[in-house]
């Protein structure tokens, strides 16, 4: 760090000798004395003993000082910061200003409480009136009528890795981790952000507008992260996204200002590292590091003690450097904001004890599956409390998180921690960020902590809340203008404004946000249960309620039931419905797990049975219960553990599948492999996902080529219960995809190529089936035949085009037709007319669309990128649509998933079209509708399956001839 520019008038052309000389020296220290407090403290020693000795002072003793008193600086905005500010440092000249009239505006100001219904006038790139806004600027600018929407400041995602895990993944992006060692403070995300990134303009299209771009999880310490905004600038250049960059980024000063900028670190602890040793190895390397840190920063505070005695005759050295170490100097100097990530509780208590013991503070912990557990722990934390950084509810897919509670966030709250909800981007698609709130809020969060958890919260934490975060004049003009109330799924931004400028958020002109919102609750924030008892029982059971439930052979009978739908044959129907001015809602009997009365107002009550448990929806309905397709769910407890699970089948291509098979293919079934009573299995069961369809595909690698799923109960005790498995084999899979980046760089070399893949189907689909060929051959046969469904992962448009023309091909040769669905299909909407044509199912996996690979990057974005959705295209072109989850952990988000499908079809899903997909259509796509005839029901209280209000109560089960109980 350069000095210069902090030099004070006084000094400029000061005259300093090195010569001996008493006068010359003494006017030097007086005039030093402007340059810090600390100074004057000094000024009694050298009256008094130091300076009856003569010193010899070096030509370089003021950049001495001035270094010296810089490194006592405080980081921060410059004084004044707000007062003073009239223009952004980021206005790009020409902007225009904009005034956005009669919004609801959710300013963030008095701890998230202030709601301004009024105007906002947005100029030189910051916030310049609120309220009534009566001055309209003289020069340029557009005015929005919001209509009485709600605004509100940008989203922060304080944990994101745009940029430096590029998308599409390719080769040449993936600069998440270095893997040169556990230590690198050194590395900085910065050097390696890819401004063609794709995520960087979804992200922004879901009202996120700035970020902290962090290094991965691999390494101890992994690196020097940044708080950049989304917004591309006129230069083009990633340092200009950086807010506020440090003086020394370009190794210059940017401006004189009298406080340094906040820096960011990134730590990670706990199973993430173990590529360099075990949590003891690698808690030693942080206190050798830390240590040597400490040693440096100690070396220079002795030195400048001495330079601030004018102790010169004792300096000999230059300025004690560690160019490596200098950001770990700075922790120990409380100038870096560290973002640690560290799952469970003995990896957030040695992160407290390193803390303590070189005393730094980290400012925040990610991950943080335990932290709702450990709140002693928390407070502990050199320098006070850390914030708690989360997902709203991906937990399980770790051992090390296996313990995370959907409940964390509002626990963590109640104990008055910071909570910041992130996505991890692309663990999470960053567009999402909002709705980690809105779940975190449906689990318990209160509203104003929700909308702070992704604004004002990641703003202090970051220490820019003087710009970023809220809405008040002189703040950052960076504004989102909702089409709904932000905390309602689905909610998006019809506009979205950084530094003033509003963001282009989509190629197309004129899209059409928000239709299908216009009744006035949308403008409300939804209500939400109450989860007193599931918090306490998550505590008391310290993460792992047992996941009982009350099984009732008896009648039950459901009061104040609002609807019930069913399968019918047109797909979801209504069986009852009460209207809306009917204030008295009906009765839904249940004997044996059969509906036998459902009916308005008293309509049932003749038939209720002397003995039957009484049940309240308050408003509630009954609805099919829901499948989950695609993850390994019932395969393995624990995705990142293979020794919870089936482990690894044979890749017929990839390796020599053993003679022993007999099966050239080496085809499996997944029945064979079925786990019961997994965690995630019964998580699903209470949110409404009664029966799952898994293929034998191991998580996080390339999907395996071939392989038979099968259907099951999620909450049967084991295989041989009764009707624990639905059915056998539900479909053949295969992939069809082009090279996973990833697997390449873990050194996966044997990658049959896309034609290889598709030859291999074709010579199977049209062999005639032939007992001595295998079994992989005789599935292929009656796929080809159409007596099974053949499921293919897919992710290209042009592979689909090749494997529609490959359907043609077996059809007309053999007279059949084939029952082929696509799943993945990010792109299937480029071919909606050809596949809704050919009679080709599609399942959406995952349903909101992530351009995650070269093969899924051409996606259909939906509101307010584009009109349509992938979803919508596909059933406006008559294809069979469901949705699938490719990991087992989110397979109880289905309700969410379903009621988001619906609030971004600008009012073209219904909410009864969106549970059919994961129903009806599911059922259909899979085969699975026969065995599914008597499919489970679901007793949701207080409103539908796709209303934030609602919960599961109970499960009916026609086939098992019993209600289960929550
Ligand atoms: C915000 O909350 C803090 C902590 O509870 C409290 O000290 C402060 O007075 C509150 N501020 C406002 C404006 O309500
Ligand atoms: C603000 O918008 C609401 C909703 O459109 C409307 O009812 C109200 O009259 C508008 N108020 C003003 C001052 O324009
Ligand atoms: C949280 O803060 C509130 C208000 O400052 C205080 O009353 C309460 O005791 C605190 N709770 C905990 C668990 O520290
Ligand atoms: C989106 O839909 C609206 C309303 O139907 C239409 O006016 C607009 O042109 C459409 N935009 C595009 C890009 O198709």
């Known amino acids: 760090m350069s000095t210069k520019a902090l030099l004070p008038e006084p000094f400029k052309g000061a005259n300093i000798s090195n010569r001996r000389h008493r006068p010359k020296a003494l006017f030097g220290l007086l005039a030093l004395c402007f340059v810090s407090l600390t100074c004057t403290l000094y000024w009694h020693g050298y009256s008094s003993s130091a300076w009856s000795h003569s010193q010899s002072i ?38 225009p200003a904009t005034i956005i009239r009669n919004a609801t505006i959710w300013t963030g100001e008095k701890n998230g409480t202030e709601i301004i219904y009024g105007d906002i006038l947005l100029d030189k790139g910051i916030v310049q009136a609120i309220g009534e806004v009566q001055r309209t600027p003289v020069h340029e600018h557009h005015t929005i009528d919001a209509r009485g929407a709600w605004v509100t400041p940008g989203l922060i995602d304080f944990h994101s890795h745009v940029g430096i895990y590029s998308l599409p993944t390719l080769r040449g992006t993936l600069n998440l981790n270095s893997n040169k060692g556990p230590i690198l403070p050194w590395l900085r995300t910065i050097d390696a952000f890819d401004t063609h990134d794709d995520s960087i303009q979804l992200v922004m299209a879901g009202g996120v507008t700035s970020m902290q771009v962090l290094p ?19 230069e083009r250049s990633p340092t200009s996204m950086i807010i506020e960059p440090p003086e020394d980024i370009n190794g210059s000063y940017s401006d004189s200002s009298d406080h340094p900028r906040w820096r960011y670190l990134k730590q990670a602890a706990g199973e993430s590292v173990s590529l360099f040793g075990n949590r003891m190895d690698i808690m030693w390397t942080y206190r050798q590091a830390y240590q040597r840190a400490s040693k440096i920063k100690a070396a220079q505070d002795a030195y400048c003690a001495k330079a601030e005695a004018g102790l010169w005759n004792s300096i000999v050295d230059s300025f004690p ?3 490596q170490y200098e950001a770990l100097v700075d922790v120990l100097r409380g100038r870096v904001k560290v973002s640690q990530d560290v799952h469970e509780t003995v990896d ?4 407290v004890r390193l803390s303590n013991e070189f005393q730094f503070h980290v400012d925040s912990i990610h991950q943080a599956a335990e932290a709702w557990l450990v709140p002693d722990v928390l407070n502990r934390m050199w320098g006070g409390p850390p914030a ?9 897919y770790k051992r090390e998180s296996y313990r995370g509670s959907v409940h964390a966030p509002r626990i963590l709250a109640d104990h008055n921690f910071t909570v910041i909800l992130k996505t991890d981007h692309p663990v999470f698609n960053g567009r999402y960020l909002l709705y980690e709130a809105q779940e975190a809020y449906h689990y318990g969060l209160p509203l104003e902590l929700a909308l702070a958890s992704v604004t004002t919260a990641p703003a202090a ?7 970023l975060g809220a809405l008040r004049p002189g703040m950052d003009a960076d504004v989102v203008l909702w089409d709904s109330h932000p905390l309602r799924l689905g909610a998006t931004p019809a506009a979205v404004w950084v530094d003033g400028i509003v963001q282009p958020l989509g190629t197309e002109i004129g899209v059409l946000v928000g239709k299908g919102k216009e009744s006035p609750e949308w403008r409300e924030s939804p209500k939400v249960p109450d989860w007193k008892q599931e918090r306490q029982e998550a505590l008391k059971w310290e993460g792992l309620p047992p996941l009982e439930i009350d099984r009732v052979s008896e009648a039950v009978v459901f009061t104040n039931v609002s609807a019930v739908l069913i399968r019918g044959a047109e797909g979801i129907e209504y069986m009852f419905r009460s209207s809306a001015a009917d204030h008295t809602k009906g009765d839904v009997i249940v004997h044996g797990g059969k509906i036998t009365c459902a009916g308005v107002s008293n309509a049932c009550n003749p038939l209720v049975p002397n003995r039957a448990r009484l049940v309240d929806l308050e408003g509630g309905m009954l609805a099919p219960a829901f499948i989950s397709f695609g993850s390994n769910l019932g395969l393995q407890e624990i995705a990142y553990e293979p020794s919870t699970g089936d482990g690894l089948p044979f890749d017929a291509f990839a390796q020599d599948v053993p003679e022993i098979l007999k099966d050239p293919g080496g085809i499996v079934q997944a029945v064979d492999a079925l786990e019961f009573q997994t965690r995630n299995a019964l998580i699903a069961y209470r949110a409404g996902v009664t029966a799952a369809t898994s293929p034998p595909s191991p998580f996080f690698i390339e999907p395996t080529f071939i392989g038979l799923s099968t259907t099951f109960r999620t909450n049967a005790p084991h295989a041989l219960a009764e009707g624990a498995v639905i059915q056998r084999i539900s479909a053949l899979h295969c992939a069809i995809r082009r090279p996973n980046v990833l697997a390449l760089l873990k050194g996966h070399t044997q990658f049959p190529s896309v034609s290889t893949r598709i030859a291999v189907l074709r010579r199977l689909l049209l062999a005639e089936a032939d007992e001595r060929a295998g079994e992989t051959a005789m599935w292929f046969a009656r796929a080809a035949e159409g007596a099974l469904p053949l499921i293919i992962d897919v992710g290209s448009a042009d592979v689909m085009a090749a494997l529609l023309k490959l359907k043609e091909e077996v059809e007309q040769k053999r007279g059949t037709r084939m029952r082929l669905v696509f799943a993945g299909a990010a792109e299937a909407h480029l071919l909606a007319k050809e596949i809704g044509r050919a009679k080709v199912g599609v399942i959406l996996t995952p349903l909101r669309p992530f351009p995650e690979t070269w093969d899924d990057r051409r996606i259909l974005p939906g509101p307010p990128i584009s009109n349509d959705t992938a979803l919508v295209t596909l059933l406006e072109n008559n294809v069979l649509v469901g949705i699938g989850t490719a990991d087992a952990a989110l397979a109880a988000q289905t309700r969410l998933d379903l009621a988001w499908a619906t609030a971004e079809s600008n ?22 509708d026969q065995a599914l005839q008597e499919g489970d029901m679901v007793a949701w209280a207080h409103g539908s399956p796709l209303d934030m209000q609602s919960s599961v109560v109970g499960v009916v089960s026609s086939a098992q001839g019993w209600v289960d109980l929550l």
Do not use: W
């Open 348 to 351: 957030i208590d040695a992160i």
């Open 388 to 396: 708690v950084a989360l997902f709203s509810d991906y937990y399980r």
């Open 321 to 323: 450097e560690g160019y």
């Open 907 to 928: 009012g073209r899903v219904s909410p009864e079209k969106a549970i059919g997909l994961a129903t009806v259509n599911l059922e259909r796509l899979l085969g699975i």
């Open 216 to 234: 991965g999880n691999l390494n101890a310490i992994a690196g020097q992260a940044f708080m950049m905004k989304l917004r591309k600038t006129a």
């Open 58 to 95: 070096p030509l370089d003793a003021r950049e001495i000082l001035m270094r010296c008193a810089a490194l006592k600086a405080r980081p921060g905005p410059p004084s004044n910061f707000l007062e003073k500010r009239s223009e952004s440092d980021r206005f790009e000249e020409g902007t």
């Open 461 to 467: 934490v970051a220490g820019l809340s003087h710009r």
